[in-house]
């Protein structure tokens, strides 16, 4: 009922930029919030940023300047600008979306990840 096919992973140098993208497709009822998260071998999965259909974006700490979350709600897509990355941000990312069932109840997707990997 609900597919999230992430793109835009690789390997980017220290200081680089990349960009991750998202698509989501449903036949369920909406999609609220979408974000991204992180899991670096050995250690949870955590938040990097989300953002609601509409409002504004929260980010970690640890990206707040550097990375930034946006949408394309036409498109049920979400995407994160990478910049000045470094070698700590290594990790699969994964993309979130929070659907609206047809029994009104909110739930979480996941996509399959992809590898982000920072070179020194």
């Known amino acids: 009922q609900v597919q999230l096919v992430e793109s835009g992973g690789g390997l980017v140098q220290t200081g680089g930029s990349l960009r991750l993208s998202c698509a989501a497709s449903?036949?369920?009822?909406?999609?609220?919030?979408m974000g991204w998260y992180l899991q670096a071998p050995g250690k949870e999965r955590e938040l990097v940023a989300y953002?609601?259909?509409?409002?504004?974006?929260t980010y970690a700490d640890s990206v707040t300047g550097r990375f930034t979350i946006s949408r394309d709600n036409a498109k049920n897509s979400v995407f994160l600008q990478m910049n000045n990355v470094k070698p700590e941000d290594t990790a699969v990312y994964y993309c979130?979306?929070?659907?609206?069932?047809?029994?009104?109840?909110?739930?979480?997707?996941w996509g399959q990840g992809t590898q982000v990997t920072v070179s020194t």
């Open positions: 979130s979306a929070d659907v609206v069932g047809h029994d009104f109840v909110v739930r979480r997707y």
């Open positions: 449903t036949t369920l009822k909406a999609i609220n919030d």
């Open positions: 953002i609601p259909f509409a409002g504004a974006p």
